[in-house]
């Protein structure tokens, strides 16, 4: 049995891979022996099921005082196409859609200069009024930190008071790639990994589980992302907050990187190490709209097992040139994820399965 047979077999046996040894899989696996062995462990977790989320996303504004490279979304205060939702936007874009199940709201934007600390956690307590039931998903560590820096709170108490006022959870994004040299390049102004690894330790502490992300298929290397993992893995040691890693494809439109995004088989790759190697974090999504919707359904056999939600008026992606749609029906949602030969299962943001 040669090296890598060794580790597929330690794999398979539900024992933890290093990081060496996550490496020389996606260095001299083939994608079959990648996918077979990521397949045979989220069909031992869910068998069948890939899980969505019957969701409404709102993006609450695009004007950003940071100038991330890959970033196609945010403007600068004043520019054409900036924007901002009033309070009373945001109440009505959630009533258009009353007479819907929808079961998550979930919230990021831009790092307005422009907006009060009042504003955030009126919009969380506006949509609770509205739908009592909905659990809010909002706000990521790099927009919890800069309400902190801006207001001069910490973090904790940012998180605590935006729990207070109907916050549930915290989506993943601005994890971009932890290492600092990558981070230079690509979003100096952004916080650091670590305090985005800090932020998500003192939500998890505070009982707000949180989704984490990794963007990949830019400039960097296999040994960046596994080191990302790892630094996830590490904490999901110590808290548990986790509930779901989303790989996110970098999309190549519309910004200052000269990149090209990851192919198909990139993409897999992706998917199957991370089930491989996050033996820890429960969940891993294929997010349509960032891969499309072949892809996401193609994820499901190389181990993911959530296909994220209806959406709606998703706006990130697309400004970067995400040619998926907008927002799916659950009824083409549910369609895509059978068509592909699962179940597809109905569940809540903690990843509760809906009667
Ligand atoms: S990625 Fe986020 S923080 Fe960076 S420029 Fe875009 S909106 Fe701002």
Redesign the pocket.
């Known amino acids: 049995m040669n090296d890598t047979q060794r580790i597929i077999e330690k794999a398979k046996q539900g024992l933890r891979i290093s990081l060496k040894e996550a490496l020389q899989l996606v260095k001299a696996a083939s994608i079959h022996e990648l996918g077979r062995l990521a397949y045979q462990i989220r069909t031992k977790l869910y068998a069948d099921q890939a899980f969505y989320v019957y969701n409404q996303h709102i993006n609450y504004t695009?004007i950003?005082?940071?100038?991330?490279r890959?970033?196609a979304?945010?403007k600068r205060p004043g520019q054409d196409g900036a924007y901002t939702y009033s309070i009373d936007q945001i109440k009505e874009a959630i009533k258009s859609r009353i007479n819907e199940p929808i079961q998550e709201v979930h919230i990021v934007?831009?790092?307005n200069p422009d907006l009060p600390y009042s504003y955030y956690l009126e919009l969380l307590k506006s949509i609770k009024e509205i739908r009592p039931g909905v659990k809010i998903k909002a706000f990521?560590a790099?927009e919890i930190a800069f309400l902190a820096d801006k207001y001069d709170l910490s973090p904790a108490r940012v998180l605590q008071e935006l729990h207070e006022a109907g916050l549930d959870a915290l989506p993943g994004?601005?994890a971009e790639v932890f290492d600092p040299l990558l981070r230079q390049k690509l979003?100096p102004?952004?916080i650091s990994g670590q305090k985005w690894l800090n932020i998500h330790k003192k939500a998890h502490n505070l009982g707000i589980p949180t989704n984490c992300t990794m963007l990949f298929g830019h400039i960097e290397t296999w040994e960046d992302r596994l080191h990302h993992l790892e630094s996830l893995r590490n904490l999901q040691d110590e808290t548990g907050g986790f509930l779901c890693f989303i790989p996110l494809p970098y999309q190549p439109a519309n910004n200052n990187l000269k990149a090209e995004g990851p192919d198909g088989l990139d993409f897999l790759r992706m998917i199957a190490i991370s089930r491989i190697f996050l033996d820890n974090i429960p969940h891993i999504k294929a997010y349509w709209v960032f891969a499309g919707i072949k892809a996401a359904q193609l994820a499901l056999w190389y181990g993911a097992d959530d296909f994220d939600g209806t959406i709606v008026e998703e706006k990130?992606g697309h400004a970067a040139g995400a040619d998926t749609p907008r927002g799916l029906t659950i009824k083409n949602l549910c369609k895509f994820i059978e068509k592909a030969g699962f179940r597809p299962v109905q569940r809540d943001t903690f990843f509760k399965v809906r009667a």
């Open positions: 695009n950003c005082q940071n100038a991330c890959f970033c979304y945010s934007g831009g790092l990521t790099v994004g601005g979003c102004e952004k990130i």
